[in-house]
């Protein structure tokens, strides 16, 4: 199932009590819709999903909805590492009109692959909307195979993957295995030009808060077959993709959406903002880079 070809994963604004800010949740979805974002995925570890509240998490599924107001796909994060609170969260976010939902590998718990399967056969069973699958081992300490992801592919409702495995060689094969009507998103921004040229159907972005037209423009001159284009694109964008994971995100995107003017305050606990040195080093390869690409 394709939900678009740059998604961006959202951050979850903050007010000054570190308080979700809904106010300025609505704001960023009209912020990225109208900057490059086909479709949005809520909660995810860009949210800072480990910090939100379950009933954080559902009322911010319900605001940006209503704020998207059907004009792009709104997938929401429900995966954890436990399968009995993935079902019920997966079950009451249903309720407030998203459009998927997007399932981490579980974290923590290092379950077999066999136990992978089953923990996503579960919630899948239990969901009847659209379900992605999001492999991150860098921060889940587990790598879903690629043949857990094609058994689990032949389910109905599992429709996609984020693949943040950072291995094109596996990602191709991931590709070739799973149904034509299986899509793989790039789960890290870097990879979105090699992935598409695998087969794969674009990506699910943090810089795409930032630089989202221009990831684009980069995808549509790949698309056009103007592949030289594209790869000037590439290499002029990597040094902002880089800079926004210089430090554990979000915590760089939500200092740069700042610097932009529009407000999302600060990280959560135990992610911290970045210090004077880090912020002056972001705003001058931002600039620098920005300057470039327009």
């Known amino acids: 199932m394709n939900f678009g ?23 960023l979805v009209n912020y990225l819709i109208a900057n490059g974002s086909d479709g949005l995925v809520v909660a995810g570890t860009t949210g800072e999903s480990p910090t939100l509240t379950t009933n954080e998490k559902l009322n911010l599924f319900q605001c940006v909805v209503e704020a998207a107001d059907g004009r792009i796909p709104i997938i929401a994060g429900t995966g954890s590492n436990n399968t009995r609170a993935s079902i019920n969260l997966t079950k009451q976010a249903e309720q407030t009109g998203v459009d998927g939902i ?13 136990g992978l399967f089953q923990h996503f056969k579960a919630i899948a069973g239990a969901a009847s909307l659209p379900v992605m699958l999001y492999n991150i081992p860098g921060r889940s300490v587990v790598n879903m195979s690629v043949e857990t992801i094609v058994r689990l592919s032949e389910i109905s409702n599992i429709v996609s993957i984020k693949e943040a495995g950072g291995n094109l060689d596996t990602i191709a094969e991931i590709i070739s295995k799973t149904p034509s009507d299986f899509t793989l998103y790039s789960g890290d921004d870097g990879f979105t030009l090699p992935v598409l040229s695998i087969g794969g159907a674009g990506v699910i972005s943090v810089s795409s808060h930032i630089i989202g037209n221009e990831m684009q423009q ?77």
């Not at 070809?5 to 959202?10: G, K, N, R």
């Not at 407000?263 to 470039?292: A, F, S, T």
């Open 218 to 294: 980069m995808v549509q001159h790949f698309k056009d077959g103007t592949v030289q284009e594209a790869g000037v694109m590439h290499r002029t964008l990597l040094p902002v993709m880089k800079a926004l994971f210089a430090q554990p995100s979000p915590s760089p995107v939500k200092e740069a959406l700042n610097m932009k003017g529009i407000n999302v305050g600060n990280v959560r606990l135990p992610m911290i903002p970045l210090n004077d040195d880090e912020k002056r080093e972001l705003r001058r390869i931002l600039q620098l880079n920005i300057d470039q690409a327009s």
């Open 102 to 114: 997007m399932l981490v590998t579980p974290y923590y718990n290092k379950p077999s692959q066999e």
């Open 5 to 27: 070809q740059v998604l961006t994963a959202m951050v979850t604004p903050f007010d000054q009590n570190g308080e979700v800010d809904f106010n300025a949740a609505r704001s």
